[in-house]
């Protein structure tokens, strides 16, 4: 690994800890030739499946892209950068469970609505708004409505 400082190649590793859920090691570092110290994670690459987006397309998995989309729609709200990773985790573990080459879109998008309407309703919505594309505001009022709906027959007897 090289230094973030100097470019040196050699280094060593002064500590190392686990995650909670054990899935990434942090490892603290130090520089042969500069001394300067830095922090690197390791996580086991996890061979996914490509995407298939709306048109087509076909572009590797980017957990980024998930946890992006997963800001965005809980900007402002009080759900946890841990719970939006955790999210993105069962994403992923779901989608190697499957053992496909190739997963469209709308199945990661609905495994995320999913796990949102369990978490936070607001962000749901927010979420769902990008990602269904309400035509225009019936269908975005339908969905309210089916949420608000499916709520009373969770709390009825």
Same mark, same amino acid.
């Given at each position: 690994?090289?230094?973030?400082? *100097?470019?040196?190649?050699?280094? /060593? ?17 130090? *520089? ?41 729609? *809980? ?75 499916? /709520? ?6």
């Amino acid at each position: 690994m090289r230094c973030p400082f *100097c470019n040196h190649i050699e280094d /060593k590793v002064i500590d190392s800890r686990q995650s909670r859920d054990g899935d990434v090691i942090r490892r603290r570092r130090e *520089c042969l030739k500069c001394e300067g110290r830095f922090t690197s994670y390791e996580r086991i690459e996890n061979i996914l499946p490509h995407v298939i987006k709306k048109d087509n397309r076909r572009e590797p998995y980017d957990r980024q892209k998930i946890l992006q989309g997963l800001e965005r729609a *809980c900007e402002k709200r009080p759900v946890s950068v841990e719970a939006r990773e955790a999210l993105a985790m069962n994403v992923e573990k779901n989608l190697q469970a499957a053992g496909e080459k190739e997963i469209p879109s709308s199945a990661i998008g609905k495994q995320i609505m999913d796990g949102l309407k369990e978490i936070d309703e607001v962000a749901y919505v927010r979420f769902a708004s990008v990602y269904r594309q309400f035509k225009d505001i019936k269908e975005f009022m339908q969905e309210i409505k089916d949420i608000v709906y499916n /709520k009373k027959d969770l709390k009825s007897p």
